[in-house]
C-alpha cells in the first residue's frame, strides 16, 4: 500500500515550492533541478519524492535521466481551500475600508467645522 502525504505538507517546505515553480514551465532532470539549490542531490531527491508522493509531480524515465513534470491539478484541492478564506477576508477588508472612509470623511467635516472658527469676521478685531 502507498502511503500519500498531504498536500499541504508538500507546499509547507520553501524548497519545494521552489521546485514546483522551477518544473512549472518545463519539466526538468534532477541534476538541472538539484543545481539550482545549495544542498545535496540526496536533499533534493528527498523533496522530490515527497512532492511524488503528494501527487504533484511525476518521474519519468528518458534515456539515462530522470525527469520531473509538474502534475498542476492537485494544487486545485489547496485553491479550493483557501477560496472559503479568500471570500472571509475580502468581506472584512471591504468593512474595514467601509470604516476607515467613514472616520476620515468624519475627520474631514471636524476639521473644517474648526477651521471656520479661527476666522475673524470682517471689519472687527484689529
Known amino acids: 500500500m502507498e502511503t500519500r502525504r498531504d498536500i499541504f ?6 524548497t519545494r515550492r521552489a521546485i514546483i515553480q522551477l518544473i512549472a514551465a518545463n519539466p526538468e532532470n534532477l541534476t538541472t533541478i538539484a543545481d539550482n539549490f545549495d544542498m545535496s542531490r540526496q536533499a533534493v531527491t528527498l523533496h ?26 492537485k494544487l486545485k484541492e489547496v485553491d479550493e481551500w483557501i477560496s472559503g478564506y479568500r ?38 478685531g484689529s
Open 48 to 73: 522530490i519524492k515527497i512532492l511524488q508522493e503528494c501527487g504533484l509531480l511525476e518521474l519519468r524515465q528518458q534515456g539515462r535521466e530522470r525527469y520531473c513534470e509538474l502534475k498542476p491539478g
Open 87 to 124: 471570500i472571509f477576508w475580502a468581506k472584512k477588508f471591504s468593512s474595514l475600508k467601509n470604516f476607515i472612509d467613514k472616520e476620515n470623511l468624519s475627520q474631514t467635516k471636524k476639521t473644517k467645522k474648526n477651521a471656520g472658527k479661527g476666522k475673524k469676521e470682517p471689519g472687527k
Open 9 to 14: 505538507q508538500a507546499i509547507a517546505d520553501p
